[in-house]
Structures are given as C-alpha cells and as structure tokens.
C-alpha cells in the first residue's frame, strides 16, 4: 500500500509551511506530496496568511525535493485554460526530473470564484471532457508534429504542442462519486482513479463502476490503480489522538467513523480493509501542517507495519 501525504494549504499555509511539509514527506519514505487546488479557506478559520497557487507551488517543491512524486487532488478545470496548463505542468515535470503526477477535476467551489473573479460555468463536466482531451491530446502529439482541436468549448488550431513532459507518459489521475460520467471519464483518459472521503461500502461501489467502464473500453482493470483519500488523525494513546482531533476541529468519533483515526493499529487495520476492496493508495489528508511529529508517527508506526 502506497501512503501519500495530502495538503489543503487554502486553510493557511505559505510555501516555507508546505516545503517543511515535502521534505519530511521525503525524508519519512512516504511515497508523494500531494496538495488541492483552492483559493479560499473553508469552513471556520481566517486562512491567514492566504492562498498559494497549487502549481506555483509544485514547481518550487520540484526544485526543493529530489524523490517524492508531487501532484494535485484535483487541479481546478474552472482555473486554467487546458493549452496552457498542459505548459505548466510539462514545465513542472521537467524542473522535477519527472515526478509530475496530474489530478484534474471540473472545479466546484463557486465561493472561491467569485472571491478572485473566476468565471464560474453552469456546465463543467463538458468542459472537463474537453479539457482532459487537450491535454493529453497535446503530451501525445509528436515532436514536429501540430495538434488541432474543435469542441464546444474550447478550439486549437495548428498548436505546436510544446513543451514535452520530461516523462513519456504523465499519470493522469481522475476521480469522485458521479455514477455514470465519471466512471467513463476515467476509462478514458486516467491511470489512476480516486475516491475522496466516501465509507468502504461507497469506494467498493464506485470502483466497481470504474472497472466495468474499463471493461467496455477494452481496458483491464490491473491498467488502473485505485486509491482513496482520507483524513488522518494518529495518536499513541486517546490523549493525544483527541488533542490532534482538537486541533483540527474535529471529534473523534467522527474521524474513527469516516477517516484513518486511532491508535497506529487501528489506522493500519483500517487500512487494510481498503486494500481488501481494491485499493493500492492512500492519500492521507493532513489538516495540522505544523504538527511534523504526527508525520513521523505515521511513518514509524503505519506506514512501516503495511510494508
């Protein structure tokens, strides 16, 4: 089982708070750094000192670390026109020696939007198909060769389809809930689909979903990894797992219940079983950016007893 370390730094973190973050992910032997896409604080919280852009952010981290994978759950689609996207993150995939892993959703914070005047669209998964088409569509063209495409939303004519990624093949990660488009949105374009925050019963469902779409699409299921993201919460003892559940605002019975909380055995059982239903990767969303020790805990006393 793969271990991942997952971010929100809309919450309030600065870049010097997320590097701390990415070298003790590489230097703990967790295998990515990973953080969302978002520019404003949800839920309680002031978010001070404020957002920091997710692939500005990646590329300082590329230069900075030397091992870990880097990514997002999930680039924005409402953020980025997809032509210059695919730039950046090649781009990004060059200054980290090819280590880019690339998460892309529809976007669906509209708060945020409006916020820092982003056009908001009433149709996004549309827009999403589209945007995953040129990308891909713009890695995979030959040098030498142009790329061109007519869609509803977005239309490119004789582009270069410059720069390469620096790895021949760039993991494209799709993911969420939706019972019918998204599963065939992963088929299509995704080595990796994602379930966030959903119980065992509703990841075993949706996995279910994604390999029957595979199978129409000719694909097999061993060519997908399938992952899910869940908060962590780890403590030695009830004191310090309901001190770190303080910390966050959260209770800990509702983390036991919908996350990776307890005591390192209990998180490593429960780990298990979403190995049992087919996943092979854990994104740990990690709330507290300033607790390191609960980093180091999960590494020493989780991520070791899973091999």
Not at 146 to 167: C, I, N, V, W
Not at 218 to 240: Q, W
Not at 250 to 274: C, H, K
Request: aromatic share 8%; charged share 25%.
């Amino acid at each position: 089982m793969d271990l991942r370390i997952f971010t929100e730094p809309q919450q309030g973190a600065d870049y010097d708070t997320l590097l701390r973050v990415a070298k003790a992910t590489e230097e703990l032997g967790f295998d990515a750094f990973f953080r969302s896409d978002h520019y404003l604080v949800m839920g309680d919280g002031d978010g001070l000192p404020g957002p920091t852009d997710a692939w500005i952010t990646l590329a300082g981290l590329a230069r900075e670390t030397s091992r870990i994978r880097l990514g997002t759950l999930m680039t924005a689609g409402t953020f980025r026109l997809p032509g210059p996207l695919a730039i950046q993150v090649a781009q990004v995939d060059a200054m980290s020696g090819g280590r880019v892993e690339f998460g892309l959703g529809s976007g669906w914070y509209e708060a945020e939007h409006t916020a820092y005047g982003i056009p908001f669209p009433g149709e996004k998964f549309a827009r999403l198909e589209e945007q995953l088409e040129i990308v891909t569509g713009l890695w995979g063209t030959p040098e030498g060769e142009t790329f061109g495409f007519e869609g509803e939303h977005y239309r490119l004519a004789d582009s270069p389809a410059l720069p390469k990624p620096a790895q021949s093949k760039v993991p494209v990660l799709v993911g969420g809930l939706g019972p019918k488009r998204t599963p065939r949105l992963a088929a299509r374009f995704a080595d990796e689909f994602n379930v966030p925050f959903a119980s065992l019963a509703d990841s075993e469902r949706q996995f279910g979903r994604v390999r029957d779409a595979l199978a129409e699409q000719g694909r097999k299921a061993e060519d997908m990894v399938f992952s899910n993201a869940l908060v962590a919460c780890v403590g030695r003892d009830e004191a310090e797992l309901a001190r770190r559940a303080r910390a966050i605002g959260r209770e800990v019975s509702e983390l036991r219940e919908n996350g990776l909380a307890g005591t390192p055995a209990e998180v490593v059982d429960r780990i298990g079983r979403f190995g049992d239903i087919g996943a092979s990767r854990i994104y740990l969303q990690i709330l507290d950016l300033h607790d390191l020790d609960h980093l180091e805990l999960i590494a020493d006393q989780v991520q070791s007893a899973l091999g």
